[in-house]
């Protein structure tokens, strides 16, 4: 990685620069919520910047500890607010597995439906954000207009906007209500078109291209050992999407792309780049909110088949059959599923009883976080910024 | 490779592995403390198993031992290990992995910080979630919420529910004081 200070000059004799400290957040608009870096400066060059986290910590895990298996699910909602139904998912799929549960075919479709849109819309909220930390208000607003359509078809199917509590361990809560899917379609045909005005609209700036390039590259064996995860992964060139790699769910019968980097190629999306650069981070993102659309596509379809079938068949429920109290056998078990910002996994080691003795989150942005100062050593301070909008660090997932 | 495969192909080397059976979930491998890097280390460099990723790094109080989880990943051969280490309640300590991953580091230092388990070797084992001056292992079975804090008061008078927030406290603090006196 070339360093800034490569590139400046020497200093003139005589003239002495010191290091400062400078305390960013934790009430910054930039950092994304309440994360505070402790930041060494020589000047405008960042020496470190060491993350200090904990301000949002609630002790989810303890919590999950101390409360049965189906009373956790509202306090998933909560470890990732801008994407509570990948975070539901997560942590279904791994009481699923562990307990041995089968789900119907119509709630994998509505759970894959719920998880694509939600995706959509946070990573409406992390273009947006990061257009508007580098100076581009607009992005913001188109960002947000499209998110409110995703929140009013959530609001339609399970009556909250942000955090929906939808997902049941053994399927979902409500079936899709009349005209959902219509909703839903038309939903996507409105999307397309606007991703591809807002693609023309920030991607293409030469301005919003200058601060990004460059900025924040991290290498693939770096984006490896570092266990960075999802977009910030594929940014950086590694084709691994657990949807495609390690599907769960429908995901094996639904046909998708993995985007990845392509920085420093003179026909990708990012010639004047390098590979793993913000920028790449960036534009892996806009290209999954267009894969996102067609999935969603393609399970309006299957739920259209699914219609047809008669209503007491098994695939049209929307919930298995499970006893009130549920118990799950002795053993443990680590699931993980593909969210917005990458992999969230549970670890949850069971002793026999209707508790679990442990249950660990593993979220994206703290592994994200992990390697900060070593991504951030020796850049601008504006591109500090740069760099925490393009991980698309989300701060109640990193302290949980 | 499937677990057993790659289960005996590190016993050949480490004789001392275990894998005890499964009532439910996945098959675990447990690691004898005192060789866990060198098995570790094993299984990141050898060329036909090049765990090359840590999914994630977790401890645990069962209220009887300390665990420390690894699960594994390889991003070449795009197979996933599960291994653990058992720790003594007393004195926990293991070796770091930093070295091995980098993003090994955080991990690390939460499990410090939740369940006071020391890791050998680690650049920089402070407190992570919790404040520096927080006194205690929170993550712990048998840890007692604290009174105050820097003169804040953490429990109030409750205009409808004091009687259950007292059942409450006493049955939790009894439950506490049963993992200590090591009853469970």
């Known amino acids: 990685m070339p360093l800034v200070t490569d590139n400046l000059a020497e200093p003139k004799e005589g003239i002495d620069s010191e290091q400062m400290v400078l305390s960013m957040g934790p009430h910054h608009p930039s950092t994304h919520g309440v994360l505070r870096l402790e930041v060494v400066t020589d000047g405008e060059v960042v020496v470190s910047a060491r993350p200090d986290i904990g301000y949002l910590h609630r002790a989810i895990e303890k919590i999950g500890e101390n409360i049965d298996y189906r009373q956790f699910m509202p306090y998933t909602d909560r470890v990732d607010y801008l994407c509570a139904m990948n975070s539901n998912f997560a942590y279904a799929l791994a009481v699923e597995k562990l307990a041995g549960i089968k789900v119907p075919l119509r709630a994998e479709l509505m759970r894959v439906m719920a998880a694509e849109l939600n995706r959509i819309s946070s990573h409406m909220i992390c273009l947006g954000a990061l257009a508007m930390d580098m100076g581009a208000f607009t992005p913001f607003l188109h960002g947000i207009c499209h998110r409110e359509k995703v929140n009013d078809l959530f609001e339609e199917v399970c009556g909250a906007r942000l955090t929906y509590n939808y997902l049941t361990i053994g399927g979902v809560s409500y079936d899709a209500p009349p005209g959902f899917i219509d909703k839903c379609e038309q939903f996507a045909d409105y999307l397309w078109p606007k991703m591809v005005e807002f693609n023309e609209l920030i991607s293409g700036n030469s301005i919003f291209q200058d601060r990004l390039c460059h900025v924040g590259v991290v290498s693939r064996e770096q984006a490896i050992n570092w266990g960075l995860v999802g977009p910030n992964l594929r940014g950086s060139g590694v084709k691994w999407d657990l949807r495609k790699d390690e599907p769960y769910s429908i995901y094996d019968r639904l046909k998708f792309d993995v985007p990845v980097g392509d920085g420093g190629d003179p026909r990708g999306s990012n010639p004047n780049g390098a590979l793993g650069d913000s920028y790449d981070r960036f534009i892996v993102r806009v290209k999954e909110v267009f894969e996102s659309i067609k999935i969603v596509k393609q399970v309006c379809a299957m739920l259209r088949e699914n219609d047809k079938l008669p209503k007491d068949n098994s695939d049209r429920q929307h919930q298995a059959k499970l006893p009130i109290r549920l118990k799950v056998k002795k053993g443990e078990v680590y699931v993980r599923s593909e969210n917005p910002r990458g992999e969230t996994g549970y670890y949850i080691v069971s002793d026999g009883t209707d508790k679990p003795v442990r249950m660990k989150i593993r979220t994206g942005s703290f592994s994200a976080l992990n390697c900060f100062e070593e991504v951030t050593r020796g850049l601008l301070i504006g591109d500090v910024i740069a760099v925490i909008g393009s991980f698309d660090i989300v701060i109640p997932e990193v302290d949980r | ?184």
């Open chain 2, 1 to 184: 490779m499937d677990f057993d495969a790659i289960y005996h192909r590190t016993k050949t080397r480490f004789p001392a592995l275990e894998a005890p059976p499964l009532e439910a979930g996945e098959r675990i491998c447990v690691l004898p403390s005192a060789e866990a890097h060198a098995v570790l280390k094993f299984l990141k460099e050898d060329p036909e198993l090049h765990f090359d990723s840590l999914m994630t790094l977790a401890g645990a109080d069962t209220g009887k031992e300390f665990w420390v989880v690894y699960p594994l990943h390889s991003m070449t051969h795009r197979h996933r290990f599960l291994c653990k280490v058992v720790l003594p309640r007393d004195n926990p300590e293991c070796d770091s992995v930093v070295d091995l991953w980098a993003g090994a580091n955080f991990f690390e230092r939460e499990a410090f910080d939740l369940y006071g388990i020391k890791f050998r070797n680690h650049p920089d084992l402070r407190r992570i979630i919790n404040p520096p001056d927080w006194e205690g292992w929170p993550g712990r079975k048998d840890y007692q919420f604290p009174r105050e804090y820097h003169g804040i008061e953490t429990e109030r008078e409750d205009q409808f529910f004091q009687e259950q927030i007292n059942r409450e406290t006493k049955a939790r603090e009894l439950a506490a004081r049963r993992v200590s006196e090591g009853k469970v």
